[in-house]
Every structure is written in structure tokens, then in C-alpha cells.
């Protein structure tokens, strides 16, 4: 009989229980129980119990399994019965017989039919990384589905476990294993397993697959995905770039992302290519979490050398683990050879470098000569390339590159420093390929204006000379630029390759200047002056222009040990021997004469001279727009030093902006922040502490930025100052502590000195005078092996304030005439406006009223704003002091308001302590009035 004419017989409405229903369907399709089993994935007697009502299986497993097995294709309203039948849930005995037994059969199957894999525990030793796991916590919440990505070893199993440890639902943990875990039926397998473990039986099929009688692909995604409906899990799949390329898997995680509420979690090496799954990079630990692993593992390494291991594995917990592991006798060698170390090389190759393409492998071989990041779609470097190592596929290099995270950013791209050290130890096998790339890498660095860099590769690709003819005569430049320090050591490199190999005079002479003008402004500025004599004895025979060039770099080291007519002699012999048609020459000498002028207060000289340089930069411009701003740059820096020596506050200020808009026009970083820095002292005088504050901490960021240092330690001191006259004690602390601690890195002494000079100040400000005298005795007496002769008038200052505030007036006199008798303070007015302020106190506290009263009142020009207030605050003390409480008073509230107008807050303080008084106090408290 047709099955046609048999489902006719028997309407689908007819069938009340889904048992019924199923026996019929199954006899109709000529299937045995067994059968029917065997296609569904069930044994045998479980389908005796479905068709006796005794239990039956979920709506989706009838849909995915049962209807096809029955062949009801053809018959949709008996498929459509079937599937009504089977969502109600009154055929579905819940006796607590069946149950126990249902949980004893589903134990010993899970035994049976295999283990899943444990979430992994955290490495011993290992460290917290609470901010990462707060922002994956967060990219899960948001995002559903997230791929923690990054290189091998930074960290991301670690991490992902420890999210998963501690995560709000069931997580389940499958590594992907090439052979053995990396396919779509053992994905499907496992998940199978962990959502029968949590009650899902529907996907019970799925681990009774026969070899005879596979299930499908998408069968096994209907059954997982309705498991997944009914259970909340959190699903982690580790190394999964393993199977980016597997269509099957990629078909059933796509699945397992789009159509089930599950949040899923890849830990890869590259972005899955999946859609709509965020990317999450992981980069290496922080210095603090790397230096802590470092102590857990044992190794008892220095700062400075645990801070060279945490740059050299870009924080990586496992490279550390390894070089920590592998930690042998001279540590500062050993992580200076790092990626020459066996481990490590295997490490690196096997995880990161192997299989690379030849195209990829290439580009990675030129990044590993370069020294810093470069844009990888540079016409010119793309043109090099192809011209000097041969032709490639640039865009399926970069985007391989990019895909295994060896490089971020094309447009900046850099390889961790341990494949790029590795990568470039291995280019010794083939040294002439090693010299084309660094010829290619040289020839980019010149046309970008990398001058050192260039000079670096031409050196490194055989070429002396050229190397040479790019770096030398450029050492203020350099300076300027931040670049001081890489320079000098490049050349240095240089002259003893040129002294061992090809002494020839004249490029001798070419980087012994060089070195010399770079080491002007350094604390090696003794050996820069040895380096330019030498190079003046080599020129003896030279062209004048030559001579020039060695006496504008010797003059300026000159100017620098306070030798200023020697320098001025200098600069005016060779301006006598050189032709007239020199013109950038005769500018550069002029320009730098008026420095040494204006210290001499030689102040007409040096408008005259300024004026002069300014023309010959006037006739440079057009053949040289960006020489001559150069020129401009330094002549206004210079001329409104001289102005200064006036007073002539508006001249010095118009010419400082000039020079600030020209360096950062030209890029000279070191007197931009020079020039901020000085403006920054104006609005200080002025009594504009914000902008002062504004300038000053641009001034520092940009010191910072090029190196320098002291620069740098100089701003942040000025900014102490500020915090302490808005009475930010605790702020000025920190920045003092900053500038201190620059200092002492730098081996400054006398700065260092000057510092802890001023944390007297803030000992005096608290209160603690003990304190404070006992730390600037002992200052003043180390003082005395420095020749700075403004640090000794400030020492010799806060020494007689600490001395008045103990009450030692004599030794405070005794102080005051010691510094008073100074060179130093006998001609300059405004060391002499501080003494005699300081000597006021003292006569006040000796009873000498009218001799304090004169100095108090001594007229003197264009004081600062903060200085004219402290004056007032001294004449509102005399008049308590002399009984005159009213007017004190009157005085006091006056100063209180302006003083909180201007922001000196600590002024305004000590005003208000007049108010407190309605008699007048003992001379014992005049230091506690003016100084506390």
C-alpha cells in the first residue's frame, strides 16, 4: 500500500500522547525500534519508553533528529503533531523513581563516554591582573562574544581562567589541539558532554553517535543550540587561530555566537574571523606586576636591571619565566643577550616565527634592522625595498604580520624587542643581506630627516663616509632635537672605527667636532672641550670656514664655564679671518655672542650685535627659510636675556615669544622649553600663578620628552615653589621630590643641594625649624666644595631665616654679613633685596625697629607681585610689633583679600594670623608671623 493511501487511514489529531503518535509514525515508516534507535542516537530501550509515555525526548531533538529519521518530509502535519506533542509537558512523567534512575544513567554515561577539560589552574607564582580582568569582565558584559588576543606567552590562558574561575554561570574550557580537539566533531563532542553533565539529555545523541549512522553537522548545532537555550554558560576556547581556517568549526562557533544566548570567549594569537565578537588585545604586564613576578620567581635583580628585563620581554609573564629560569651568574649580560639563549630563540621561533611566509619573513627581516617604528606603506621605503632587496608582496606581508600580532600598527609598526633582537641575530648568517637592508634603512632615515638614524645604518651597511657626511656639523641641531646622547654615542663608535681602520684627518676632525658641540651643554662638557681642541690642532691647515665652525662649538663651552671674553675673543678672531661672503657663518658666530654680551651686562653690544645677526638671517631666508628661523630663534632668546639685565620687562617679554614661536616652528624643542620656561618666570613675577603653573608644566613635559633632565628637575622646582606659595604643601612636597630625584639620577650634586635647600623652606613653612636648621647646616657646609656661587647666597639665606626662627640672632647676623660681603650679592639687586629683607627680621628681633623699618622700606624697581606682598605682610607684623594693632589690622585684611586674589595663599594665611592678635606679640614670634 502507498504510504499516501495509509496516512489517510489515520488523521494526525487522532493521536493524543506523543508515545502513540511516535509507534505509529514508526511502523509507517518501516522501522524496527532498534532502528529507529540507532538513527536518533538512542538505545533501544529508551525508545520502548517514549513510545509508552514513560518519558519522551525535547522539542528540538524531535525536530533535528526525529522527523527526518520518520521521513516526514512529505508529511508536514503529521511532522507538525510530533512536534506539538512533544512540547507539552504533561507527557513528560516527573517521578522521583525515573529521575534517580534518569541521574544514575546519566553518571555512568558521562564515565563512559569521556572527561571535559578542567578550567586551568593559575601558574604557581603567578600574579593578579586586576585591571585586565576587570576590562575583559567588562567586554563580556557588553559584547556577548570576545576574543582575548594577543601574543603567545603575554598571558591571555592565564587571565581567561581566572575570569572563568570565577564567573557568574558554568564555564566550559576546551583547548584546541591540532589532531586531537581542533575539529568541528570533537568541538561538538565536548560541548555534548558539558551540557549533559548540567542535565541537558537532548544532546545525548550527540555522545552515542555510531560510526554507521553519523549525525550531521548542522544536526549536532540544532542539538547544542538548544542545550544552550536552557542552560547559561559561559564557553572558552583556547589557541582558537588553530582552527580559523576549519570551515566546519568556524560554521559551528558561528553558530554557537549568533543563535544562542551563551557568552563565548576565543583566546587566540590573531582575531577570529568571525562576526560580531570584539577584540580585546592583551599586552605584557606593567612594570609593578612584571618586578613582583620577577621577586616570586626568585630572582633578586636590581631595579634598573629588572626594568631592562621588563623592556626587553615587553612584559611577557612566560619569556620572564623563561629568562628567570635560565638566570646564570652576570645578570646584566645575560638580559643584554637575551634572545641569543637557546630556550628562549626555541620559544620564540616555535610560537611566534615559524611558518611565517617568505614575504612576511622579509618585511620582519627589515623591521629587525630598524631602531624605531615606521610607517610600513611608505612610497619610499616600499620603493627601496623593492630596488635594493628585490620584488615582494608588501600588502600580504603586512597584513600576515598584522594577523599574528607581531606588529599593531602598520602605519607605526615595531616588532616586540625579543623577535627583533632574534630576528636581527639571525641576519649574521647572511651579512651581505644584512648590509642591503640597513642600505635601504639609511637611505629612508636620511630622506625622513632621521640624521642619527641614518648615520646608524650607512654605518652599519659598510659606509663609512657616508655615515660621516651625515652626522657631523649637525651637533646643535641634534642637541636641540633631544638627540644628544644617541648622537655622541654613534660617534664615538665612529672615530674609533675611523682610528683603527681609516684614520683619515679630515673626517677625524669632522666628528671630533660633532662630539664636542653635542657635549657643550652636558656634564661631559670637559671631554666635548678636549674633543674640539683636538679637532682645532687637525684644522690648523684648514680652510677658515673650518676653523669657524670648531670656535662657534669651543666659544660656546666657553660661554657655558662662565669664560665669556674668552668666548667673545674666539668668536671676533675667527669673524676677522673669515671671508665676507660667509654670510651663514658670520651669522651663527654673531648669533652666538650675544649670550656671553648680555652676562656681561654688555647690553648695548648685544642689540648691536643682535640687530646685525638678525639682517645676515634676513639674506639667508630665501635660500634657507628654516636656517634662518634657527638664527632668529636663538638671537631673540639671547637679546631678551640682555633686555633683561634692564629690567625691561615688556622688551624681554616680546622677544621670548618670538623665540618660542620659532623654535616650535623649527622644532627646537630644548629652547622651546626654554622659552616656556622663562615666560613661565614672567607671569611668576607678575604675580599670574596660573599661567605661571600652565607654562611651567609644558615647559617639563617637553623637557621630559627630549631627555633633558635638568631642564626638567629646573621646571618642577619652579613648580614646588608654586604649590608652596598656594599653600599645597603635601603638592609641593611631590614636586620637589620629583626634581630632587632627577637630580640624583643625574649626579647632580649641587642641584640635588638646591633642592634639599628648598625642603628647608618647607620645614620652616611647618613649623619645624630644629628640623630645618639642623638640614642647611649641614648643607652649607657641603655647599662649600661647589663654586656655584648663587647656590651658596640661597643656602647662606634659608641658613640665617633657620638661625632667626631658633632664635640664634647672632649667628644669624654673623650669616647675613657673610653673604652680604659676597661678590655675588654686592651686584646683583634682587640677592641684595632678600638679604636685606632677611636682615630686617633680624634687626626687628634685636630691637632695632627704625634700622628695619629703612631697609622694610628701601625703594626698589619692578619687585614681583609675591615680593610685594611678603613686604607688606612684614610691614603689617612692625605694626603690631609697635603697638599699632588698628592700623595692623587695617593693613592685614587688605593684604589678606589681595593675597587670596593673586593666589598666595600662604601670604594671605600669615595676614590673617596678624588678625588674631589684639596686642602686640613678643620679637620672639616675628619669625613664626612672617616665615610659618
Keep these: 500500500m502507498p504510504r499516501s493511501a495509509r496516512s489517510a487511514t489515520t488523521s494526525p489529531e487522532s493521536f493524543t500522547t506523543f508515545g502513540a503518535l511516535l509507534k505509529f509514525l514508526r ?18 530501550a529508551q525508545v520502548c519508553r517514549f513510545e509508552q509515555d514513560r518519558w519522551q525526548p525535547d522539542q528540538a531533538t524531535v525536530g533535528a533528529l526525529f522527523i527526518p529519521a520518520l521521513d516526514l518530509q512529505d508529511a508536514p502535519d503529521y511532522a507538525a503533531r510530533l512536534m506539538q506533542l512533544a512540547a507539552e509537558p504533561d507527557a513528560r512523567p516527573r517521578t522521583v523513581t525515573v529521575t534517580r534512575t534518569l541521574e544514575e544513567e546519566v553518571i555512568e554515561t558521562v564515565e563512559d563516554l569521556g572527561a571535559l577539560e578542567d578550567v586551568p589552574v593559575a601558574p604557581a607564582q603567578s600574579v593578579t591582573r586586576k585591571e585586565d580582568l576587570a576590562q575583559l569582565r567588562r567586554q563580556l558584559a557588553l559584547h556577548r562574544c570576545v576574543t582575548l588576543v594577543g601574543m603567545a606567552g603575554v598571558g591571555k590562558s592565564t587571565l581567561a581562567a581566572a575570569l572563568a574561575r570565577e564567573y557568574d554561570r558554568p564555564a566550559f574550557w576546551l583547548t584546541l589541539t591540532t589532531g586531537v580537539t581542533a575539529s568541528a566533531d570533537a568541538v561538538a563532542r565536548q560541548l555534548a558532554l558539558f551540557l549533559f553533565a548540567y542535565g541537558q539529555e537532548r544532546v545525548e545523541p550527540i555522545l552515542r553517535e555510531r560510526r554507521d549512522a553519523p549525525l550531521s553537522l548542522a544536526q549536532k548545532i540544532s542539538l547544542i543550540g538548544a542545550g544552550l537555550q536552557a542552560q547559561p554558560a559561559l564557553l572558552c576556547f583556547d589557541d582558537a587561530h588553530l582552527v580559523a581556517n576549519d570551515d566546519a568549526v568556524m560554521q559551528l562557533l558561528r553558530h554557537l555566537t549568533a543563535a544562542t544566548p551563551a557568552h563565548v570567549l576565543f583566546i587566540s594569537r590573531e582575531e577570529v574571523p568571525l562576526p560580531n565578537v570584539a577584540a580585546l588585545r592583551l599586552d605584557g604586564l606593567k612594570f609593578a606586576a612584571a618586578q613582583a613576578l620577577m ?9 634598573a636591571l629588572a626594568d631592562r628585563l621588563w623592556r626587553k620581554t615587553a612584559g611577557s609573564p612566560m619569556l620572564i619565566r623563561l629568562a628567570i629560569g635560565q638566570l646564570r651568574g652576570n645578570a646584566a649580560k645575560f638580559i643584554a643577550q637575551l634572545e641569543k639563549q637557546p630556550q628562549v630563540g626555541s620559544y620564540l621561533l616555535d610560537t611566534m616565527l615559524r611558518h611565517l611566509s617568505t614575504h612576511a619573513a622579509r618585511l620582519a627581516a627589515l623591521l629587525a634592522v630598524f631602531r624605531q617604528p615606521i610607517d610600513l606603506f611608505d612610497e619610499t621605503l616600499i620603493e627601496l625595498m623593492q630596488a635594493i632587496d628585490g620584488e615582494f608582496d608588501q600588502r600580504r606581508a603586512v597584513a600576515e604580520l598584522q594577523r599574528r600580532h607581531l606588529i599593531d600598527q602598520p602605519h607605526e609598526a615595531a616588532l616586540h624587542p625579543l623577535i627583533h633582537d632574534h630576528l636581527y641575530e639571525a641576519l649574521v648568517s647572511d651579512l651581505p643581506r644584512r648590509k642591503r637592508l640597513h642600505r635601504i634603512a639609511g637611505q629612508w632615515s636620511e630622506e625622513h630627516g632621521e640624521i642619527v638614524e641614518a648615520a646608524y645604518h650607512y654605518f652599519r651597511a659598510g659606509r ?80 677658515p670656514k673650518v676653523r669657524a665652525e670648531i670656535a662657534v662649538a669651543l666659544g660656546r663651552v666657553l660661554a657655558r664655564r662662565g669664560q665669556m671674553n674668552e668666548a667673545l675673543e674666539l668668536f671676533n678672531a675667527s669673524l676677522a679671518e673669515l671671508p665676507a661672503e660667509d654670510v651663514w657663518l658670520h651669522a651663527r658666530l654673531m648669533a652666538f655672542s650675544i649670550s656671553p654680551l648680555a652676562r656681561l651686562a654688555r647690553v648695548d653690544d648685544a642689540e648691536r650685535v643682535s640687530a646685525e645677526a ?36 615688556e622688551e624681554v617679554l616680546d622677544c621670548w615669544r618670538r623665540s618660542l614661536e620659532l623654535a616650535q616652528r623649527t622644532q627646537l624643542h630644548s629652547l622651546t622649553n626654554a622659552s616656556l620656561g622663562n615666560l613661565g618666570g614672567m607671569a611668576f613675577d607678575r604675580g599670574e600663578m596660573v599661567e605661571a603653573l600652565r607654562l611651567w608644566e609644558a615647559a617639563t613635559q617637553g623637557a621630559q620628552t627630549i631627555g633633558d633632565s635638568h631642564a626638567a628637575s629646573v621646571f618642577l622646582s619652579n ?16 614636586a620637589l621630590d620629583e626634581a630632587a630625584a632627577l637630580a640624583r639620577q643625574m649626579g647632580d650634586s649641587a642641584w640635588v643641594a638646591s633642592a634639599e635647600n628648598f625642603k628647608a623652606t618647607l620645614l620652616l613653612d611647618e613649623g619645624k625649624s630644629a628640623e630645618a636648621l639642623q638640614l642647611i647646616e649641614a648643607l652649607a657646609e657641603q655647599t662649600l666644595k661647589y663654586s656655584d656661587a648663587r647656590l651658596s647666597a640661597n643656602v647662606l639665606d634659608k641658613l640665617a631665616m633657620a638661625q632667626l626662627a631658633c632664635g640664634q640672632i647672632d649667628a644669624a647676623y654673623a650669616t647675613l654679613q657673610q653673604a652680604l660681603d659676597s661678590p655675588l650679592v654686592k651686584n646683583d639687586i634682587d640677592y641684595q633685596r632678600r638679604f636685606h629683607v632677611t636682615l630686617a627680621v633680624a634687626h626687628l628681633m634685636a630691637g632695632e625697629f627704625e634700622r628695619a623699618v629703612e631697609l622694610i622700606d628701601q625703594p626698589v624697581p619692578n619687585l614681583p607681585a609675591r615680593t610685594l606682598l611678603e613686604r607688606d605682610l612684614m610691614r603689617a607684623v612692625l605694626l603690631l610689633l609697635r603697638g599699632d594693632v588698628a592700623d595692623a589690622h587695617t593693613l592685614a585684611r587688605a593684604l589678606a583679600e589681595q593675597a587670596r586674589a593673586a593666589g598666595v595663599l600662604i601670604v594671605a594665611r600669615r595676614a590673617e594670623r596678624v588678625l588674631q592678635y589684639t596686642s602686640p606679640p613678643l620679637l620672639t614670634e616675628f619669625p613664626r608671623l612672617v616665615w610659618m
Design 27 to 44: 511502523r509507517r515508516a518501516r522501522l524496527t525500534q532498534q532502528k529507529l534507535a540507532i538513527a536518533v542516537g538512542y538505545s533501544t
Design 295 to 303: 621577586i616570586s620567581l626568585g630572582a633578586d635583580l636590581d631595579v
Design 464 to 543: 663609512l663616509k657616508q655615515a660621516v657626511d651625515v652626522v657631523t656639523d649637525q651637533g646643535s641641531w641634534l642637541f636641540s632635537r633631544g638627540q644628544g646622547a644617541v648622537a655622541v654615542a654613534l660617534i664615538e663608535e665612529l672615530l674609533a672605527h675611523a682610528q683603527q681602520r681609516d684614520p683619515q684627518p679630515d673626517l677625524l676632525r669632522r666628528l671630533l667636532t660633532t662630539r664636542g658641540d653635542l657635549l657643550a651643554f652636558t656634564v661631559r662638557a670637559r671631554e666635548g672641550e678636549t674633543s674640539l681642541k683636538q679637532a682645532a690642532v687637525l684644522a690648523r691647515e684648514a680652510d
Design 614 to 649: 638678525l639682517a645676515l638671517a634676513d639674506q639667508i631666508a630665501p635660500l634657507s627659510p628654516q636656517l634662518a628661523d634657527e638664527l632668529r630663534c636663538r638671537i631673540y632668546y639671547d637679546l631678551g636675556l640682555a633686555k633683561r639685565v634692564n629690567r625691561n620687562r
Design 719 to 734: 613648580i614646588a615653589m608654586i604649590y608652596r606659595l598656594r599653600d599645597e604643601p603635601a603638592a609641593a612636597r611631590a
